[in-house]
């Protein structure tokens, strides 16, 4: 049976990333490191369940939410002094601006590639389990039923051998009592002078 799952998160830039995972140790591969986030402070268990709805519906996934508003993230930089501009700036000529241009190639970004998902295997898994739970449970009834099957023949056999016995013991008497019989007959056939 798959483990119950919990939802991490960690911050990345202005974003924090959230992933319902059964384990630390998943959590972080969702994320795709291999630095322990967690004992260095970096990463948490979130309980909150207006923030752990959206990843417990997609186990597995990592979801991004911004932390606050642009402006505040805006507000948040660190002031950075500009050089002033200078007064006559010399600019390249023309040819030589079209030659730059020329030069660099357009790079076109990576295409991104999602994580697989792991529902299908935590299905395939519970369904596993499902399957082994119920075929003990048939099992240990068939077992229950052959036993209640061993006690039935046991007390039919002693039913059975109780009442051979009882009747070979009439079918002695009746024999005993046949013979006894054909005697006293034979006897009074004879009569007394014979």
Known sequence: MPRALKVFRTP????????????????????????????????????????????????????????????AQIAALPAVERPEPAEDP?????????????AKPERKPAPVIPRPSPSALEAAEAAVADAEKRHAEETLALEREQAALDRRRRELERT?????????????????AYAAALKRWRAARAGPGD
């Open 12 to 71: 990345i830039g202005f974003h924090d990333a959230y992933v319902a995972a059964p384990t630390k140790k998943a959590a972080l591969e969702a994320w795709g490191t291999t630095h322990d986030l967690f004992a260095r402070g970096q990463a948490e268990i979130v309980t909150d369940p207006a923030l752990t709805e959206e990843p417990l519906a997609q186990p597995g996934v990592v979801i991004k939410r911004s932390r606050g508003t642009t402006a």
């Open 90 to 102: 010399v600019e390249p000529p023309p040819a030589a601006r079209t030659a730059k241009k020329a």
């Open 160 to 176: 059975h051998a109780a009442e051979r016995s009882d009747l070979r013991d009439a079918a002695d008497r009746a024999d005993k």
